[in-house]
C-alpha cells in the first residue's frame, strides 16, 4: 500500500505512538512521535500551552510535523496538528492511517496523564474528538479502531497491509467508526 511516509492522526489517546513505534519496527522503519519531538526541542507540551499559548503551541506544531512528514518513515501527530491547512496539505503525499478509540477504552488510557486541552477530563475528550472527526475522517486512507484489541496484533495487521498484505486491521470495528 505504501513506500512513503506514514501518518497516523487521531484523537488523544487512541494509541498513536503505541502503534505507530510497533508499526515501524515492523516494517523497518524510523518512528517519529511529534509531541516528544516538540518537548524535546521546545519543552513539555502542556508547559508550553501555559507559557506561550495554543496559537503558538499549533505553530510550533505545524513547523515539527511538515519537518518530520519530509523526513519519512512513521510519524504520530499530535491530535490536534491536523487543524492546520498546511499540515492536511502535507499529509496529501502520506498513507494516512486514522486510529479510533471508544470513550470506555479512552477513559483508562488518559487516566493520570497531563493533556493540556482536557481540562473537563472526558467531557473535553468527547467534545474534542466530536469537532476534530469529519476532519480525521476525510484525510483518512486507512482507519483502524483500537478499542478492543491489543496494540501489538492492531500494529502488525496494519504493517502487513501498509506492505500490501490482505490483513485489514479491524475491519470489525473499521465500520464502526466511520461517521
Known amino acids: 500500500m505504501t513506500s512513503g511516509t506514514v501518518a497516523l492522526i487521531g484523537p488523544m489517546g487512541a494509541g498513536k505512538t ?4 510497533r508499526v515501524a519496527k515492523h516494517l523497518g522503519t524510523r518512528f517519529v512521535d511529534t509531541d516528544a519531538v516538540i518537548a524535546a526541542e521546545h519543552g513539555p507540551v502542556p508547559h508550553l500551552f501555559e507559557t506561550v499559548g495554543e496559537g503558538a503551541f499549533r505553530t510550533i506544531e505545524r513547523d515539527v510535523v511538515q519537518r518530520e512528514l519530509r523526513a519519512g518513515g512513521v510519524v504520530a501527530l499530535g491530535g490536534g496538528a491536523v487543524l492546520d491547512a498546511s499540515t492536511r496539505a502535507a499529509l496529501a503525499d502520506c498513507t494516512v492511517v486514522l486510529l479510533t478509540v471508544s470513550e470506555e477504552a479512552v477513559a483508562a488510557r488518559l487516566a493520570g496523564g497531563s493533556r493540556p486541552l482536557l481540562t473537563e477530563g472526558l467531557d473535553s ?14 484525510l483518512a486512507d486507512v482507519t483502524v479502531d483500537t478499542s478492543r484489541r491489543p496494540m501489538t496484533k492492531i500494529a502488525a495487521e496494519l504493517a502487513e497491509l501498509l506492505q500490501g498484505g490482505d490483513a485489514q486491521p479491524g475491519t470489525d470495528q473499521q465500520e464502526e467508526s466511520t461517521p
Open 18 to 21: 503505541s502503534v505507530g513505534r
Open 125 to 138: 475528550w468527547r467534545r474534542i474528538a466530536a469537532a476534530r472527526e469529519a476532519v480525521y475522517a476525510a
